[in-house]
């Protein structure tokens, strides 16, 4: 059903929408609704009240809240939200967060990277964690997928650091896969 308004303060909260649609207002004046395919982000900064509901009576929504803390506390609160296409992580990773406000996808106030990508069975990826402070969270979405040696299905998450060395992705099956590159310490 959703959330009644509640408050957070120097979080980066992000929401990713798997099913249905979400119905979001804030107490910076933003309502929206959030369906799969887009990437909203809050900085919570000073603090902000929210609320999020299912927009559809007849359809379930799911979806994933991703909270990080920031390397920069008490900003300006901030809203942004941005439509994907999906069609770009078709075996590949599609970047939809990073630190840099120019960069591909929308940005958060920590040295964090995370990436979307649908893997056809038979295909590998590399990643190459982005900074050497740095580990990546494999998060599996759906289907099957071997991370260095590891079999992980869907809802299976493997967290990796201290590679100096990329991490390959082979799809057993058509997966979808959320990869999360985050600082290992505060």
Avoid: C
């Avoid at 929401?15 to 395919?37: C, F, Q, T, W, Y």
């Avoid at 990773?93 to 996808?105: A, H």
């Avoid at 979405?141 to 299976?156: P, Q, T």
């Amino acid at each position: 059903m959703g959330f009644g308004t509640h408050p957070h303060d120097n979080m980066e909260i992000i929401s990713i929408p798997l099913e249905g649609d979400l119905e979001h207002k804030d107490s910076m004046g933003n309502v929206a609704v959030i369906r799969n395919g887009d990437i909203q982000v809050m900085s919570a900064g000073t603090g902000i009240t929210h609320s999020e509901y299912n927009r559809n009576k007849n359809q379930e929504v799911k979806f994933l809240q991703i909270w990080v803390f920031p390397n920069k506390r008490s900003v300006t609160p901030r809203y942004d939200q941005i439509t994907l296409n999906k069609a770009d992580r078709n075996n590949t990773f599609q970047q939809i967060i990073s630190p840099d406000q120019n960069d591909e996808g929308v940005w958060i106030h920590q040295d964090a990277w995370f990436h979307m990508a649908d893997l056809s069975s038979g295909k590998s990826l590399d990643y190459s964690i982005k900074r050497p402070q740095n580990g990546a969270y494999f998060f599996i979405l759906s289907g099957n997928v071997i991370i260095n040696g590891e079999i992980l299905g869907a809802r299976d998450g493997m967290g990796i650091w201290n590679m100096d060395k990329p991490i390959t992705v082979n799809a057993s099956s058509d997966a979808e896969i959320l990869l999360m590159d985050v600082p290992m310490a505060l």
